[in-house]
């Protein structure tokens, strides 16, 4: 249980939401209500969400609204007349203070997390909080086994204010809601620690947030969105199954070109020496996607979109190419390409120049398409573009 008292308010009281997230089950409190938390809402719906829960004295809609989710803390929370009555229960009491009390041990939140987490498996335990402006009664701290302090770098040259509390740890002063929230994360944290102790499992104690198992990839799963992801990447080659233009190609077809004769044979040994490298280019983008997708844990709502963007891919280029068998296939990009290759081929005859290089027509792609294409694609759309223009 977290116990609160006195509070000055709504944004004390209701701020303090974590303890929906980190775990406390109860907030006592005395009477009377500060101002600024006396009832405005009826009875019915002192709950907001959970007006069928236990009858209590509704607090102000403002208190609700800053709880946020965790209205159902402040509606389920038990009130008590008296700090005694609030802690009747409890085993072992730790006392929030600024400065040290007399014999009493005083600890940062930390080791009082650590304390707490352990006593709870004896008893029920409580930490009880004290008023923002005066903090906790000498009758109160009475009724503690230890105090906790949460240390700050405050420095009274930079606040511009004479610190009240001047301890060894600096001023200590916070919030009523910001020293629930430290207080709340600290406790949670250390029972993680505890149960991961007693268990042997891996908690978010340790460091590291992992996401559950059941959300993340399998190596099927992978070797599946890598074959897509091989699949559309293959869609867009440029030219594919077509000879590529090797360096002795490239003089025998411009020769071909500046004399203005017919179409070379694309049916001789240059084929089999294209395959061989396309072969060794597959492989290489194999084991890229491979890699990357094996570099750390995959969550399967992530490799969603791979998934739609490959498919994708691969239904447009089915589309383009007719969806059919063809004896000559055809790439997505290979009209575009194309037609950048055959400006650069056209310029060239009319310029007169040498023709055009898979380096110089590299630039020129990637000025013209904002495309970096391989080597053999580039020589690919050079030698039919080359091969058109002297059928013309």
Known sequence: DDVAFKADGANSRGGVNSGDTLGPDGLGTDHPLPPALQPTLPLSTAGVDNAAGPAVQPLCAEAYRFSCAADWLLADARRCSTTLEALEDCTFVMATTARPRGNMPLVTARAAAEMLAKEAKRGKVAILFGNERTGLTNDELAQAHAAVAIPTAGQGALCRKTLKYTGGTGPTSLNLSQAVGVLAYELFMAADALDAEENGTRQVSSGKIDLPASQLMTVGEKEMLKNELLAARRALDVLPGEATMEEGDEEEIGERYKAGEGEADNSGGEGNRSTAADDDLDSREDRGIERVLNSAPLARRDAAALFQLARRVKAVAGAASG???????????????????????????????PTPTVRQARSHFRTRLGLSLTNREISRALRRAIEEHTNQ
């Open 323 to 353: 969806g059919g068998e063809s004896a000559a296939p055809t790439g997505l990009l290979d009209e575009v390409v194309l037609a950048a290759a055959r400006e650069l081929v056209t310029a060239a005859a009319a310029a007169d120049t």
